[in-house]
């Protein structure tokens, strides 16, 4: 077709009486060109105004938070508001440049000013990458809020350029922070009566508009200033000005000029972006008066920029008597349309350089002195992307939730990357629903763990999800603060040894050793307490071989051993040369008193009901190695109180970690994992010999996986936590004291600092993970509560029906049993041995009553 065309208009250039022919047919010609042109221009406004309605329907809110210590130099701004020219459209951009405005938008939140950006969802990406500008500076999308209420009055405002916009405003610098100002007067507002809205709106400049807007401010500038300095034909001769003339002219001219030309050169011949600017302001109030003095507060905070230029409400002065501005009825619609849908249509075309409008293109700083400021809070990095999400996988352990600019998620860690974690923070600031939630969610997987708690609400809130008559039966319950603790208690005699080999012999009396040391602190000056421990702990366990199980010696024969000396000279020739030297040769020379340290604490242990049933049944159902290689539950509660209680926790924990160092036998593929989880931390700590640091560091190589948790990381041995922060694959802490905060940061290269664990809030932590074997940078995250994660399997109306159920699996006895057995069990034994003695007499000589025992290394050498 425009083959033909052009044949057509060379054929009818050709012709002689074209002329004529066009002049005779001018109407028709007019009318066949204008209907085409009408439609084109008709179908191109009608798609400008549909594109441009869609748009505005798909802005979003964006609220941007930076951290208490944020201050960004004057570069970066600049930087990302040349980023900024991206949000409009490079194919199209005609089609919708109403819509394409950033509108920076501060209002008030719970009374504390909210820095926000509300752009076109399209324009999302550009908006990330200009604000990656700004260090840990975060995103997130912005809650739908409820539309404005009619109830009080409104006042609005809008803001022009007073003079041309060659004429630039004031260079406000970043400290103090421009914003500080519309911060305060935000703060007046009342948060529920009251609303207050400061909407700036910023039309970026493509490359190529930005030349042609600098040609046309300075064809602006010669109108204005129609000096004889600005008389020139070209940029040179306007900002350099008539050097001969300057010479001949007043003093006061001269200067005038000078400080003119450096003004539009401030503008013009800097290369830097440029914006159409429109600016709108709102305020809601009960009282007309109060609306007005808000309104007025917020104008006056635009007063900062006069200089050469400055802004202006728009409207018209009657002679001073009144004000015809954007409250006119006639005006009201049109401006709360702009401001609720973002629509870019100023009153006048305002352009503005990015180092005017600098104060508005990032967040409130650190130099932004008003209190009453939505900040991200302390300067942490964002968590990071690769971080598992969290959907109950088997292979990854629940952290909580973090935020980010997609939003909130919940996030794991890998359990392959998971051997220790070390968890600090203050009481009742969610660090124990936070272990409680990972201990669920790995004996739900199938694992196997170890709960303990010295308080009982932790127990009972695991039981509560744990009610699945499958779970039930996994569970070893030993409960000894609980309402049913006096009723009975599963057996554990530490000094059981049927059946063991030399070795496991050995690592029960340095448990039973470890735990006296631990509880009672007791060093290398308190020897001779270590030695009686050692020795009565190893004698008796080498008795419990050559009698019946049911006459098992416990730790309660050490009182009766140390201090019963016919009772002593009857099991003597029962126990191996080293032990019987002892107590023939060197235990009599020692102080009566000696003894008082080691049997004090187990007679107070003896007068507890619920201790005595535990540990005074001669047979063991409760057994940790085998709950360790079956993957059982065990839920431990061994009381809060004084050395008893401690005692009674650190049996259970060295238990524990020696235990699994007679894993050693069993292949490296066949170990099972059993992850324990120890409260209070502390409290098994006590010893100055940095046993626990020692067993901590070993025990990872048999298949135990540790966390532990504690209020302070200063009530920990050096040993202790130098093991901890050495190989700890995660770190987390929440709110700490000033020292303890301090603690924790160095081992982050104080990046965040301590004021920033200091500050946290209730459930709220900073997190340094292994992933992939390598460690993140500290993250923020918020904890999740039990309820939440397991709302389907939180049934605690159901624990006393499967109670029954753990009874029988954590092999419960009747206490008054198990005690009146205990309260004879001295006699029985030594009934037992007079008996067999004497047999033995009868029946040959003397040296072959003696029992064919190993004779062990004596402990105390």
């Not at 501060?106 to 260090?135: H, K, Q, T």
């Not at 000096?227 to 002219?249: E, I, K, S």
């Not at 009825?329 to 401001?339: E, N, S, V």
Request: glycine share 6%.
């Amino acid at each position: 077709m425009a083959v033909v065309g052009v044949l057509v208009a060379l054929a009818l250039l050709r012709d002689r009486e074209l002329p004529a022919w066009i002049a005779q047919h001018a109407e028709v010609l007019i009318a066949y060109a204008a209907v085409p042109t009408l439609l084109v221009l008709l179908a191109a406004l009608t798609c400008r105004v549909v594109v441009t309605r869609r748009a505005l329907s798909r802005r979003v809110r964006l609220v941007v938070l930076a951290p208490d210590s944020f201050a960004p130099t004057l570069d970066s701004v600049l930087r990302c508001a040349a980023q900024l020219s991206r949000v409009r459209r490079v194919v199209g951009g005609w089609l919708d440049p109403r819509a394409s405005a950033v509108r920076v938008l501060l209002d008030s939140s719970e009374g504390a000013m909210r820095y926000s950006l509300v752009v076109p969802e399209r324009a999302l990406p550009a908006i990330r990458s200009a604000l990656s500008n700004y260090d840990r500076v975060q995103v997130r999308l912005a809650d739908p809020e409820s539309p404005a209420s009619g109830d009080g009055c409104v006042m609005r405002a809008e803001l022009r350029l007073a003079r041309p916009s060659s004429e630039p405003l004031a260079h406000l610098g970043l400290d103090p922070d421009p914003l500080q100002s519309f911060a305060s007067a935000l703060a007046a507002l009342h948060p529920a009566r009251e609303r207050g809205e400061v909407a700036v709106d910023l039309l970026p400049c493509t490359a190529g508009a930005r030349r042609r807007m600098r040609r046309t401010l300075l064809r602006q500038a010669r109108r204005t200033h129609t000096t004889a300095a600005y008389t020139g034909g070209g940029m040179p001769d306007l900002l350099a000005g008539a050097g001969r003339q300057a010479g001949r002219q007043p003093a006061a001219d001269v200067v005038e000029q000078r400080a003119q030309r450096e003004q539009i050169a401030a503008k013009v011949l800097q290369n830097e972006p440029l914006f159409h600017m429109q600016v709108l302001v709102r305020c809601q109030a009960p009282v007309k008066g109060i609306a007005a003095e808000r309104l007025q507060g917020l104008l006056g905070c635009f007063d900062a920029w006069g200089a050469a230029n400055s802004f202006r409400v728009v409207g018209i002065r009657l002679l001073g008597l009144a004000f015809l501005g954007s409250d006119l009825p006639g005006r009201r619609a049109r401006f709360d349309r702009r401001m609720d849908t973002g629509l870019f249509r100023p009153a006048r075309q305002g352009v503005v350089s990015a180092r005017e409008v600098a104060g508005f293109l990032k967040p409130p700083t650190i130099n932004c002195a008003a209190p009453d400021v939505l900040r991200l809070g302390a300067a942490v990095y964002p968590p990071p992307r690769n971080l598992p999400e969290y959907t109950g996988q088997r292979d990854v352990l629940p952290l909580g939730r973090v935020s980010s600019e997609q939003g909130q998620r919940i996030v794991g860690l890998r359990l392959a990357d998971t051997f220790f974690t070390y968890t600090a923070g203050r009481s009742r600031w969610g660090k124990t629903e936070l272990a409680i939630t990972q201990f669920l969610s790995l004996v739900r997987s199938g694992h196997g763990g170890m709960f303990l708690d010295p308080h009982e609400d932790a127990i009972r809130r695991i039981k509560s999800c744990l009610t699945e008559p499958e779970l039930a039966e996994r569970i070893v319950e030993l409960d000894l603060v609980g309402t049913r603790s006096r009723e009975g208690q599963p057996g554990w005699n530490l000094l059981a040894a049927r059946g063991l080999s030399d070795d496991a012999r050995e690592r029960r009396v340095e448990a039973i050793v470890d735990s006296f040391a631990s509880a009672l602190q007791w060093g290398e000056r308190n020897n001779r307490a270590l030695t009686l421990t050692t020795q009565a702990t190893a004698a008796l366990i080498e008795l419990s071989t050559v009698l019946p199980a049911e006459l098992a010696p416990t730790i309660f024969q050490i009182p009766t051993l140390l201090g019963n000396p016919e009772w002593l000279e009857v099991i003597l020739p029962y126990i191996s040369v080293p032990r019987r030297q002892f107590f023939s040769e060197r235990f009599p020379r020692m102080a009566e008193e000696a003894i008082t340290p080691v049997t004090n604490l187990i007679d107070r242990l003896r007068s507890s009901t619920q201790l005595a049933a535990l540990l005074g049944s001669q047979q063991s159902t409760y057994d940790i190695a085998k709950a360790m290689n079956e993957g059982r539950i065990v839920l431990a509660c061994p009381g809060a109180g004084g050395a008893r209680d401690r005692l009674m926790a650190n049996l259970l924990v060295f238990d524990l970690l020696h235990a699994a160092k007679g894993r050693a036998h069993i292949p490296p593929a066949q170990r099972r994992e059993f992850y324990v989880f120890l409260d209070e931390v502390q409290t098994y700590d006590g010893a100055s010999s940095g046993n626990l640091a020692a067993l901590l560091e070993q025990t990872a190589k048999y298949g135990v996986r540790a966390t532990l948790l504690n209020q302070n990381p200063e009530r920990l041995t050096q040993a202790t936590l130098n093991a901890l922060t050495t190989n700890r694959s995660h770190l987390i802490a929440t709110a700490l004291n000033a020292h303890a905060a301090a603690l924790i940061a160095r081992e982050w290269a104080s990046d965040p600092p301590a004021n920033a664990i200091t500050g946290l809030p209730r459930w709220t932590f900073i997190a340094q993970a292994t992933h992939h074997g390598g460690l993140t940078r500290p993250f923020l995250f918020e904890n999740l509560a039990v309820t939440d994660l397991f709302a389907d399997a939180y049934r605690p109306e159901q624990v006393p029906t499967i109670q029954p159920t753990i009874d029988k699996a954590s092999g419960r006895v009747n206490s008054q049993e198990t005690i009146r057995a205990l309260d004879s069990l001295d006699e029985r034994i030594r009934a037992h041995l007079t008996n067999k003695t004497g047999a033995t007499k009868a029946s040959g000589p003397e040296r072959s009553t003696m029992p064919k025992l190993p004779d062990p290394e004596d402990a105390e050498a």
